[in-house]
């Protein structure tokens, strides 16, 4: 069992929707980073957390340290958060989930 | 532009060669972190300095090497190259550990 799973592995959306996406882990962690690579390769930083909520234009980002689950939602969804989104986590060293590949449709 | 700087963008080489990768960090930042992406294992954590020194070691095979210089740019070293190191080759960098990290734009390995 992988010690950070996303869900789910892939999504489809139509502009406008409501998006979830769900990391749990394992670890214990200090704190849990939400990355986008978009489909060129380049890897962007979302969010970093370690409690909370988190806000940063139609993201957002929260985590349960209780019960080792973190989301990230996208509010007014469009075609360019097509993307996959990676959940990290700082353990010892950062773990990566392996993904979640979105697709939103005009 | 994140502020990190790779080079080179794209490598060619044959099975058996020894490549150098390059990384030049974010002004101010001091930790460095190396990751792999290829196609069937995802982004992997391989090493991570901290102004200089060693922090912490993830994936990272006996045949590669890394170190941070004074300048605080980063080299990861990847020797008797095989086939399935293949993949893209992300630094990263951020202030301190467990801090936001700033990602480059990665090298394009290809072993032959």
């Known amino acids: 069992k992988n010690e950070v799973e996303q869900s789910p592995q892939n999504l489809t959306a139509q502009e406008g929707e409501f998006i979830t996406i769900n990391c749990s882990y394992s670890?214990?962690?200090?704190?849990l980073h939400w990355l986008q690579q978009h489909p060129g390769g380049g890897i962007v930083s979302l969010f970093m957390l370690s409690s909370g909520k988190k806000k940063h234009g139609r993201l957002i980002a929260t985590i349960n340290i209780q019960e080792k689950h973190s989301s990230l939602h996208i509010t007014a969804s469009h075609p360019r958060d097509s993307a996959v989104y990676i959940c990290a986590v700082f353990s010892d060293k950062l773990i990566f989930g392996t993904g979640t590949r979105l697709q939103v449709f005009p | 532009d994140s502020g990190v700087t790779q080079t080179p963008k794209h490598l060619i080489t044959a099975t058996g060669q020894r490549v150098t990768l390059r990384c030049s960090p974010r002004s101010g930042d001091l930790s460095v972190y190396w990751y792999q992406q290829s196609l069937d294992q995802g982004l992997q954590f391989l090493i991570q300095y901290y102004n200089g020194e060693e922090r912490a070691k993830g994936n990272i095979l006996e045949r590669f090497s890394a170190q941070q210089f004074p300048d605080l740019h980063s080299e990861l070293n990847l020797s008797s190259l095989e086939l399935g190191d293949s993949a893209l080759y992300f630094c990263a960098s951020s202030v301190f550990f467990a801090d936001t990290q700033y990602f480059g734009p990665g090298t394009r390995l290809t072993v032959l």
């Open positions: 670890v214990g962690i200090s704190a």
